[in-house]
């Protein structure tokens, strides 16, 4: 059974699109986060959430908004996509101190066109 | 800060061998460190933790050493195998206060059979 599953694994869009990715995690967690990998693979955090509320909101462009609707989702909605916005975009979650060990989903590779 | 215009460190282990992953990190608060493992086309997978309260810890085939003096942390894989090559990241965190894991840019092992 997969712990964080995001769907879709690949997204292809225009700018200037909406788009959103889905993050499902089983694990009963409390803590649920976004993270963007770059092309460098360099790994930052936009968002965290811990039992549906926002904790961190990491200096993210409001084009960016992250909705959950349990604790056990954590979505993300992106609107007017740029062509900057293409990275990989992990979800994770975690239990306990919000900020340990955290399990990580297999990433949505994001490309706008 | 951001790893733009930084190449991804690499280290190039004979298989066998044990491999040597250092990290600097920036914080001197920083009270949390994490390793992770990141295969290609996948998320990042936890390997082992430690609190600052500690300097070594050990898991199955890897030891985490934390200096906190210098800031300097490190990974060693112990008798390295193809399935460990990988990007790696350390992460800190000041628990309690900061609630983010904050990743290092990586390095990319790779075993040579």
């Known amino acids: 059974d997969t712990a964080v599953s995001q769907t879709p694994k690949y997204l292809v869009t225009q700018m200037g699109n909406d788009k959103s990715i889905k993050c499902e995690q089983n694990?009963?967690?409390?803590?649920m986060y976004w993270y963007k990998q770059d092309s460098k693979k360099f790994l930052k955090i936009m968002f965290s959430?811990?039992?549906?509320?926002?904790?961190i909101n990491e200096t993210v462009p409001n084009r960016f908004s992250p909705k959950s609707p349990d604790k056990a989702h954590l979505n993300l909605h992106i609107n007017s996509l740029e062509l900057g916005d293409s990275a990989v975009y992990f979800c994770?979650?975690?239990?306990?101190?919000?900020?340990?060990?955290?399990?990580f989903g297999q990433g949505t590779r994001l490309t706008v066109v | 800060g951001e790893s733009v215009g930084l190449h991804l460190p690499t280290l190039s282990v004979q298989e066998g061998d044990n491999s040597i992953i250092n990290c600097a990190y920036s914080?001197?608060?920083?009270?949390?460190f994490i390793w992770y493992k990141q295969e290609s086309g996948k998320g990042p997978q936890f390997i082992i933790d430690?609190?600052?309260?500690?300097d070594k810890r050990q898991g199955q085939r890897v030891t985490v050493l934390l200096n906190k003096t210098v800031k300097h942390l490190s990974l060693q894989i112990a008798a390295t195998q193809p399935g460990d090559s990988a990007v790696y990241f350390c992460?800190?965190?000041?628990?309690?206060?900061?609630?983010?894991?904050?990743f290092g840019t990586g390095t990319r092992l790779t075993i040579i059979p």
């Open positions: 994770a979650s975690s239990q306990g101190e919000i900020g340990t060990e955290a399990f």
């Open positions: 959430y811990n039992n549906k509320e926002l904790i």
């Open positions: 694990l009963g967690h409390d803590t």
């Open positions: 914080n001197s608060a920083s009270d949390y």
């Open positions: 430690i609190r600052s309260n500690m």
């Open positions: 992460a800190e965190n000041i628990l309690f206060g900061n609630e983010k894991l904050t």
